[in-house]
């Protein structure tokens, strides 16, 4: 079992950085291929971005790849999203989850854990 427990959202200008952040209980966090995803009103849920078991592996969507960065310290059972050049489009719930799966958390199906989200919300 893994709980997820996502912090860091908050309300900033389009331009602005925001770093977000996604603590893992239990000692397998390292065992857990991690991602972030994000659901804006009226849409549905989509990949944000992926880091294998050590970190050495990352995936991004296009629309984030080359502003995100996404990165985790399993000492401190952590995973991050360090987010640049925020655009409004940016604005939604943004989600961690956890996976034994590469392929699961990047296809965004059949997921094990999820955590309760965290509200970024980018003004024009």
């Known amino acids: 079992q893994v709980q997820l427990v996502e912090s860091g959202g908050g309300l900033v200008q389009a331009g602005d950085s925001l770093r977000l952040f996604c603590a893992g209980s239990?000692?397998?966090?390292?065992?857990?291929?991690m991602g972030w995803f994000r659901q804006a009103p009226g849409k549905e849920r989509e990949f944000v971005a992926g880091?294998?078991?050590?970190?050495?592996?990352?995936y991004y969507a296009d629309s984030v790849k080359g502003r995100f960065t996404i990165s985790r310290d399993n000492a401190k059972n952590t995973m991050y999203l360090q987010m640049n050049s925020l655009k409004p489009e940016d604005t939604a719930v943004y989600y961690c989850?956890?996976?034994?799966?590469?392929?699961?958390?990047?296809?965004?199906?059949?997921?094990?854990?999820w955590g309760k989200g965290t509200l970024v919300t980018v003004s024009s």
């Open positions: 239990g000692r397998t966090f390292s065992s857990y291929v």
């Open positions: 880091i294998s078991w050590s970190g050495a592996n990352t």
């Open positions: 989850a956890a996976d034994p799966n590469i392929r699961a958390v990047t296809a965004g199906r059949g997921i094990d854990f």
